[in-house]
Structures are given as structure tokens and as C-alpha cells.
């Protein structure tokens, strides 16, 4: 019979550290109240008596040295060896990134507490001084709740750094395309429809046009030839119909006052440079993280189609080591993609679904539901169809296909494995059909890695995709060129 535990939530770091001390007695735990200055810790035992009461500790390299000089004293004192001390603080600012970094270089073990968990459990619910925040994340880590994440470490971090940063430019990107879509409609309306100005919006011809003197008259003035010359330049197909379609519309929208247009220019001009720096920043990223996920198990997600870099990356970064992670419904509640769910009165009581809770890592929802969306859309024929089943029943279709594309992600990452369809599967001898299967699908996947400027980095012999590639060339007697 499985066994099961009451406590399926708490950390399984701080609880091997209990097993292993086995008297809870002989275990120190140091709950830490971060700031910018200086930091309050305390020290404790694994029945809750207070050890030392709180003292300040620099945010500074001596004020580090000072607090494990200050542990190794009271284990010696105590009785209690360095190996059962761990330590712990409420998520906060990135002005703790560095204090944390170096008590784990020192091999401390240092938890994360949810802030919320913490105010729960402290005294009084009215006042907030250090000393009861202290007795609030001491109660958390005692009850082995501290989150000891492995995204918070090692190539994990350095992903979901690089990821979190692509998406607040993108964001700032977004916000730069809104206010220049504000000036057009004031200085040229129309010119961002492509099927007015015969131009794709915000494509290199768009964008070098708006940033040279832009305007209404400005079109209108210049010469056919100068201006499809100019269009060709910047590899804008059908150069010569998009001019003569170009300065046929332009002699048909409204224009702004003379008074204005030079401040509208100006702004244009410096809002264009702006979103093109932006984009590049963006690109750069781009490469940098196709480079760190194929060194994760994440890379793996690429092969399913419909799934991009940029999402593998998401979801790989968010979820951290898969090897180190609970069971998948805390993942997908983590995820914020699983309803709430009220039930009462025996056993003969109705269950009440409600929506999906607000507490949740929201980026990784973002991510997982952006997967299902994709996978619902361009994705593999048997998750289409179940989609498009669940989307008919009036479920939650994304939702639904992103837990089951959780469960797939977190298989494929385990094992070293791409995507296969479901008749694929099996142990019987379908070797031909694999074969057929992965000739199919590897231009797609060759595809993506080679956008990213990742290729060779990816398929490299020592990485994980490499790797893969040579035993499927090896044992179904293929070629996968690069």
C-alpha cells in the first residue's frame, strides 16, 4: 500500500535535515528578517526555545562572517552539529540576492517563507515589529515549509534571469508600439494598416520611413522612383506598387496642422529609435537563452510541435531541476491552472467548483497557458483534437491541455526523451515507423534551434539534444543533417 503524509507540502530539504538530527532538540534554526542595511536574525531549536533572542546583523560580507561565527559559537555551546542548522527569511527585494548567495556558498541550507504564510502565523495580527515577523518565519520553518526551490540556483537561475528579463522588454516594447501607433494616427492616420499603406506595420521598410521626417506631405512630395528606391533598400517586397500605393493614400487622409508637425516628427524619430533598440536588445536575448536551455533537460520541450524556445524556456525556468520537484498536482496548483474546490456536509455533500485561486506563480501560468494555446492551434494532431473536444464542452480548454502539457513536460524532461505520438509509444516493433516519425519531424526542430542562432550549441555532441541525436542516428540508421 503507498504510504501518505498529512505534511505533502513541506520541504523535503528541512525535513531530511530533521530525520537526520533525529532529536529535534539538537536542530538549529535561524529565521532572518531581511532589509537593505542591516538584517534581525534569531536563533531557535526544533521544538521552538529560543536559543538567541534577535540581534542585527550588516548586509554586508563582515555581517555575513559575524552570523556564522555567531552559529558555529552557539552549536559548540548547544551541543548541536553545523550540519543541522539551516536558515531562513521571507521572498523579498533583490537586495538580499547576494547575502543568501553567499551563506549557500558557505553550504548553508537557506529557505524561502512566503510573506503571507509568515504574517499568518505571527502572534499578533495587528502590529508588525522585527521580533514578530522573526516568531512568524521561525513558525513556518519549523512546520518545514520553507520553499528551497531548485530554480533558485546554478543554470535554473541564470534561465529564469534571462527569461524574466526578455519579458519585461517585451512589455516596455509593447508599451514603445502603442505610443507610436498614438503619433501616426496624428501625423500620417493610417499608415500602420497594411491594407491601406500597402506596408507591413513595424517591419524594417515601416520603421525607416517613420524615423526620417515623417509626415503626410513629406510622401506626398517625394519621387516615385527615390521612394520604391529607398523601399528596395529596406527588403520591402514589390517595391514600386507599394510607392504608387503608398502616395495614393497619403492624397486621401487628413492632415495635421503645419504648427505640429515638427514636435510630432521629433517624438516619432526618438520613439522609433527607442523600439529598435528594444528589439535588438530583445534578440540578443534570444540567443543567450536558447544557449542556456539547451543545456537544461528543457530543451527536450522544443520537439513538440507547436512549442517554441521561448516558452520551453519559460516553463524550464519557472519549474526549476525536474528531478527536484513535488508531485504534479502541487505543480499545476503552483501553476495557478487547477479550480478551487469547496466541498461539506459528509460524504452525501455537494462539491463547488470555483475559479482557479489569484495565489500562484503567475509568469509560469502565463507561460503554460501560452503552450496550450499554441499546442491547441499548431500542436500535435491527438492534443488538437482533445483541445478542440474540451473546447466543445464548454471547458476550460486551456486549462485542461495545460496540465496535461505539465504532466508531458515534466515526463520528457525526466527522461531524456522527445515528444512521440501516442501509437509511438508502445514496446512493440514499430521501429520503421519511429524512424519515419523523427525524419518528419526533425526539419521543424532544426528549424527553431537555428532561428535562435543556437544551433550548433544545441546539437553540440556534449549537450543533452546532441547527445539524443547520435543514438537516434545510431539506432534507427538515420540521418538528422544539421
Known amino acids: 500500500m503507498k504510504k501518505r503524509n498529512i505534511f505533502q507540502n513541506q520541504s523535503q530539504e528541512i525535513l531530511t535535515l530533521f530525520e537526520m538530527a533525529q532529536d529535534r532538540s539538537k536542530v538549529m534554526c535561524i529565521p532572518i528578517d531581511y532589509a537593505k542595511k542591516d538584517h534581525v536574525a534569531m536563533f531557535c531549536n526544533g521544538n521552538g526555545k529560543i536559543i538567541r533572542k534577535p540581534f542585527s546583523i550588516k548586509n554586508t560580507p563582515e555581517g555575513k562572517d559575524y552570523l556564522i561565527d555567531q552559529v558555529r559559537k552557539s552549536c559548540r555551546h548547544h551541543g548541536i552539529s553545523p550540519q543541522h542548522v539551516f536558515y531562513g527569511g521571507e521572498d523579498c527585494g533583490s537586495y538580499t540576492d547576494n547575502f543568501i548567495a553567499a551563506l549557500r556558498l558557505e553550504n548553508c541550507l537557506v529557505a524561502g517563507v512566503n510573506a503571507l504564510d509568515a504574517k499568518k502565523h505571527r502572534e499578533n495580527v495587528q502590529a508588525s515589529t522585527d521580533r514578530l515577523d522573526l516568531l512568524g518565519i521561525s513558525k513556518v520553518l519549523l512546520n518545514c515549509r ?35 501607433h498614438n503619433i501616426v494616427d496624428r501625423i500620417f492616420p493610417g499608415f500602420l494598416n497594411e491594407k491601406k499603406s500597402g506596408i507591413f506595420p513595424f517591419s524594417k521598410g515601416s520603421l525607416s520611413l517613420m524615423e526620417n521626417r515623417f509626415s503626410v506631405n513629406q510622401i506626398r512630395r517625394r519621387r516615385r522612383s ?47 529609435k527607442l523600439f529598435n533598440c528594444l528589439q535588438e536588445s530583445i534578440l540578443h536575448l534570444n540567443k543567450e537563452i536558447a544557449e542556456h536551455l539547451a543545456q537544461t533537460p528543457g530543451a527536450f520541450l522544443t520537439s513538440i510541435r507547436g512549442i517554441g524556445i521561448t516558452l520551453a524556456a519559460g516553463v524550464s525556468a519557472e519549474i526549476g531541476d525536474p528531478n527536484k520537484q513535488g508531485s504534479l498536482s502541487n505543480l499545476a496548483s503552483y501553476a495557478g491552472i487547477i479550480p478551487r474546490v469547496k466541498q461539506t456536509g459528509g ?45 466543445a464542452q464548454g471547458q476550460h480548454a486551456d486549462f485542461g491541455i495545460a496540465r496535461r502539457y505539465l504532466r508531458m513536460a515534466i515526463c520528457l524532461m525526466r527522461t531524456d526523451q522527445t515528444y512521440l505520438p501516442k501509437n509511438l509509444r508502445s514496446t512493440e516493433n514499430n521501429m520503421k515507423e519511429r524512424a519515419e516519425y523523427y525524419i518528419t519531424s526533425w526539419p521543424t526542430l532544426h528549424t527553431k534551434w537555428k532561428r535562435s542562432g543556437a544551433l550548433d550549441i544545441a546539437f553540440d555532441k556534449d549537450m543533452r539534444l546532441g547527445q539524443w541525436r547520435n543514438m537516434i542516428q545510431e539506432l534507427y540508421g538515420i540521418e538528422l543533417t544539421l
Not at 164 to 176: C, F, H
Not at 363 to 380: E, M, T, W
Open 146 to 180: 520553507g520553499n528551497c526551490s531548485p530554480a533558485q540556483s546554478g543554470i535554473y537561475w541564470n534561465l529564469r534571469t534571462l527569461i524574466r528579463e526578455r519579458r519585461k522588454l517585451v512589455n516596455i516594447a509593447t508599451g514603445v508600439r502603442n505610443r507610436i
Open 226 to 272: 527615390t521612394l520604391a528606391k529607398f523601399l528596395a533598400g529596406q527588403l520591402v517586397q514589390h517595391s514600386n506598387r507599394c510607392a504608387e500605393k503608398l502616395q495614393q493614400y497619403a492624397s486621401q487622409v487628413l492632415q495635421p496642422p503645419t504648427d505640429r508637425i515638427a514636435t510630432l516628427q521629433i517624438s516619432l524619430k526618438h520613439q522609433v
Open 347 to 391: 460524504i452525501q455533500g455537494k462539491t463547488h467548483v470555483k475559479k482557479v485561486g489569484k495565489r500562484c506563480n503567475r509568469i509560469l501560468k502565463n507561460y503554460v497557458v501560452q503552450s496550450a494555446s499554441h499546442i491547441g492551434l499548431s500542436g500535435p494532431d491527438d492534443l488538437k483534437m482533445d483541445y478542440k473536444r474540451r473546447d
